[in-house]
């Protein structure tokens, strides 16, 4: 069964501090890794994504690893500001086999909590 | 380019009425994803729509629910004789092509009452 599993289910840090969530994924034929953020009342919006290929990506103050092997990911922020507070989703593609097509699996997210 | 559209942002409907939702994707895309999110929870799959065609409807309820992404205009998440446990943040998604990045709307927020 395809899974998106992410830890912690949530996280208060100070303003200033490094956090790292998880993603582990049972989900194949695998395509992609993408991170989103989700404000309260807002849609996703994509930070990274990431192929088979690719151990590292890094977006500003965001940097994502992907080991394909353990099959595990993980989202970086560094020096935290009170706006990185959001859910922040893991969503794995898998591809549907000879269709040029996509499903999408979603984590439940890590909700953020950055206190002044 | 506008992102993508959902509208309305904000539906009240009672119990029983029919509930239509649209989503406008990116100028371009021809791919379509719908997704509901109830309170604290995560995103839930349910339909992934291409012009025409509904390729993948696993996570769509069998009965009330329905999708469509005509070759013109909007795609429709319709759900008809609504029910409160149908409250929820509705997102729809659009992508260029099968494998691509899936850009969100903000989502419509439906009420049962």
């Known amino acids: 069964k395809n899974q998106v599993e992410q830890s912690p289910q949530s996280l208060i840090i100070l303003e200033g501090k490094n956090c790292t969530l998880q993603?582990?994924?049972?989900?194949?034929?695998?395509?992609?890794l993408r991170w989103y953020k989700q404000d309260t009342g807002r849609g996703p919006v994509s930070l990274t994504i990431m192929t088979f290929s690719e151990n590292t990506k890094s977006n500003g103050r965001y940097t994502a690893t992907l080991d394909a092997d353990t099959k595990q990911s993980s989202l970086h922020i560094t020096a935290s500001q009170l706006s990185d507070s959001a859910s922040y989703i893991c969503?794995?593609?898998?591809?549907?086999?000879?269709?040029?097509?996509?499903?999408?699996?979603f984590g439940t997210g890590t909700r953020l909590l950055v206190s002044p | 380019n506008a992102g993508v559209m959902q509208n309305p942002r904000h539906l009240v409907r009672r119990r029983g009425q029919e509930a239509r939702l649209r989503c406008s994707p990116m100028?371009?895309?021809?791919?379509v994803y719908w997704y509901r999110q109830l309170p604290e929870e995560g995103l839930k799959f349910m339909v992934y729509l291409q012009k025409e065609n509904i390729i993948d409807e696993s996570g769509m309820p069998k009965e009330r629910f329905s999708a469509e992404f005509p070759k013109e205009g909007p795609s429709i998440l319709r759900i008809q004789q609504v029910v409160r446990g149908d409250s929820a943040a509705y997102f729809c998604?659009?992508?260029?092509?099968?494998?691509?990045?899936?850009?969100f709307g903000q989502g419509t927020r439906l009420t049962v009452v």
């Open positions: 969503v794995v593609s898998a591809s549907i086999l000879n269709t040029g097509f996509q499903k999408l699996v």
């Open positions: 998604a659009s992508s260029l092509q099968g494998l691509t990045e899936a850009f």
């Open positions: 993603c582990n994924y049972t989900v194949s034929p695998f395509s992609n």
């Open positions: 100028k371009g895309h021809s791919h």
